[in-house]
């Protein structure tokens, strides 16, 4: 359902650009195995933060009007994005997004209905609209389903299940993350404005092995996966630079110690693989591998003012063409198969 979902996703798209501030464990479902944490607002807060949301706020703008052509753009102020925290299973059938904002959700999202009804030849979007215990809930035939709290906290789902749990995590009716120690055993990191954790059962995950694993048994990244019991990685900024601290835990102290022999190993075969490229080299020199019990930690930093360079080159080359991804000008389809 490609229009239906486009002004929701638009929002979940910019922030997934700029991704914590703490994560607020209480509100995730105790049985999540992933979650990514964005805090928009601290991102923004960064010397170059601001200047990145802006870049992407057009790119996304330009983005719905190749869509929509002459139609009127929705009115999105990007400014008033707060975080965004999404988490879920393995199976990918269960993953919830929150975001907090100060946005008229429910007005950009019946405005994006809207147009979607009217490229579609439509006389409106079929979806149900109501009122449930001061929460406004949207439904749609294929029970996507997203709930707007008056805390201005939106729930999204594919699954009208998932929504429904989401919403009694928020309200303290169902378990949360507080009632375990799932990411709360990796060591603090401060001036972070980004989340991901993977809990317990990642290594076990057969899509995520099969991905690291396909260069063979002498893949580096397949074996750290390997040895991985749960993971954690957190971006923020210090200063002028632009920081990544990456722990996995292991299980024992001996794989740990592998672990780490992997990863310096993987560090020097980038540096010599790359040695003429002065990026590679100075993230290189900036690498810090230690262990502490079960963990092992990798830290990285990068000037922040070459970081928003690359972001903004990389957000040009997602620019070009048409956002249809085919490499030409030509029109979109807009047929929903």
């Known amino acids: 359902m490609k229009y239906f979902t486009y ?110 009804a009217k490229h579609k030849g439509l006389t409106s979007w079929p979806f149900e609209k109501a009122m449930r215990d001061g929460i406004v809930t949207y439904t749609f035939p294929d029970h996507v389903s997203i709930w707007i709290r008056p805390d201005k906290t939106t729930i999204f789902s594919k699954s009208s299940d998932s929504t429904e749990l989401a919403n009694a995590v928020i309200e303290g009716r169902a378990a949360n993350l507080t009632s375990r120690n799932t990411f709360g055993d990796f060591p603090a990191v401060q001036k972070a404005f980004f989340f991901f954790g993977a809990a317990e059962g990642f290594n076990a995950s057969e899509e995520l092995n099969a991905e690291a694993a396909k260069d063979g048994k002498n893949n580096p990244k397949a074996k750290i996966l390997k040895m ?30 592998q672990m780490q022999q992997v990863m310096q190993g993987m560090i020097a075969l980038a540096s010599l693989a790359q040695s003429e490229n002065e990026d590679i080299q100075q993230l290189a020199e900036s690498a810090k591998v230690t262990t502490s019990g079960n963990t092992v930690n990798l830290s990285l930093s990068f000037p922040a003012d070459k970081a928003l360079l690359m972001v903004n080159r990389l957000l040009e080359h997602h620019g070009h063409g048409h956002p249809n991804h085919h490499g030409t000008n030509a029109p979109a389809k807009t047929d929903d198969k």
């Open 228 to 257: 991985t019991e749960s993971g954690r990685a957190v971006i923020g900024q210090d200063g002028e630079q632009v920081f990544l601290n990456v722990s996995l835990k292991a299980k024992t102290s001996e794989i740990v110690t």
């Open 7 to 116: 002004s929701l996703g638009t929002i979940l798209a910019f922030a997934g650009t700029v991704v914590a501030s703490p994560l607020q464990r209480g509100e995730v479902a105790a049985d999540a195995k992933w979650v990514l944490h964005c805090d928009v607002d601290k991102f923004r807060s960064t010397p170059a933060g601001e200047s990145l949301v802006k870049e992407a706020a057009d790119k996304l703008l330009e983005h719905q009007k190749a869509i929509f052509k002459d139609e009127p753009s929705l009115d999105i102020d990007f400014s008033k994005l707060r975080s965004v925290t999404v988490y879920g299973d393995y199976s990918g059938s269960n993953h919830v997004v929150l975001f907090k904002s100060d946005l008229d959700v429910g007005k950009i999202l019946e405005s994006g209905l809207a147009l979607a």
